[in-house]
């Protein structure tokens, strides 16, 4: 079973004004207004944020339904955006496994990789034993994942009061906010070059492929940042 006293600890570990969950929710209510004016219902936009629970992920899913696409293809759509979390899941799961938890809390807890949970996992998982690390990090999970679904309901529902330009600061809040967090964590040789290259052939690569620059940039600046890092033994 789930250890109450350390999943309501996790549940606990978003409030606070720096909290990630701020600008998670407020990129929700974008996207429950938006999913209103492309004509979801709030059935349909509650169910969208209950099973992709990421931004992107909602995005492609309306997207591709709007133009007719099959389920099949949404699904490899928005399996193939969600695919950007992999790397988050590789660096958190080894500071959670533990041999005397259940494996079925793994599999449960894989719906919650996001970058709002994951910060404020690896912010907080130092404090807490490994044995319940698990416990924690579904009760951050459940909690960032219920304002995701609470901020589509009022999004949706105060829809016709938001204007254009309201909802495009909402949903720009989150990308900014993990801007931030990159820029404090420039701490070591690899991740600060990796932000200034990824900063410089992000918009580079723009003017030769739109649709792929953005996958360019951050692949060939990860890339060189780990090379001269590696050289450099940091």
């Known amino acids: 079973?789930?250890?109450?006293?350390?999943?309501?600890?996790?549940?606990?570990?978003?409030?606070?004004?720096?909290?990630?969950?701020?600008?998670?929710?407020?990129?929700?209510?974008?996207?429950?207004?938006?999913?209103?004016?492309?004509?979801?219902?709030?059935?349909?936009?509650?169910?969208?944020?209950?099973?992709?629970?990421?931004?992107?992920?909602?995005?492609?899913?309306?997207?591709?339904?709007?133009?007719?696409?099959?389920?099949?293809?949404?699904?490899?759509?928005?399996?193939?955006?969600?695919?950007?979390?992999?790397?988050?899941?590789?660096?958190?799961?080894?500071?959670?496994?533990?041999?005397?938890?259940?494996?079925?809390?793994?599999?449960?807890?894989?719906?919650?990789?996001?970058?709002?949970?994951?910060?404020?996992?690896?912010?907080?998982?130092?404090?807490i034993k490994k044995e319940s690390r698990i416990d924690f990090w579904i009760g951050i999970g459940t909690a960032t994942w219920s304002v995701a679904i609470f901020s589509t309901v009022i999004g949706y529902v105060a829809s016709d009061f938001l204007n254009k330009d309201i909802l495009v600061g909402l949903a720009i809040i989150n990308p900014i906010y993990f801007i931030c967090m990159i820029i404090s964590a420039m701490k070591t040789l690899q991740i600060s070059l990796s932000v200034v290259f990824g900063t410089i052939l992000g918009p580079a690569f723009y003017f030769l492929t739109p649709e792929w620059c953005i996958l360019f940039g951050g692949f060939i600046a990860g890339t060189i940042a780990f090379l001269i890092g590696e050289k450099g033994g940091n």
Request: charged share 10%; aromatic share 14%.
């Open 1 to 127: 079973m789930i250890d109450s006293k350390y999943f309501l600890k996790g549940f606990k570990s978003i409030k606070g004004v720096g909290s990630p969950a701020i600008a998670l929710g407020a990129s929700f209510v974008a996207i429950g207004a938006l999913l209103k004016n492309l004509g979801f219902s709030i059935q349909e936009s509650i169910f969208s944020t209950f099973l992709t629970y990421a931004l992107p992920g909602s995005l492609v899913m309306a997207e591709s339904m709007l133009i007719g696409a099959s389920l099949i293809n949404i699904f490899i759509a928005v399996w193939l955006v969600n695919a950007r979390l992999y790397p988050m899941t590789v660096a958190l799961m080894p500071l959670l496994m533990h041999e005397n938890q259940p494996r079925w809390k793994y599999y449960l807890s894989c719906h919650f990789i996001a970058v709002s949970s994951w910060l404020i996992m690896k912010d907080n998982y130092e404090n």
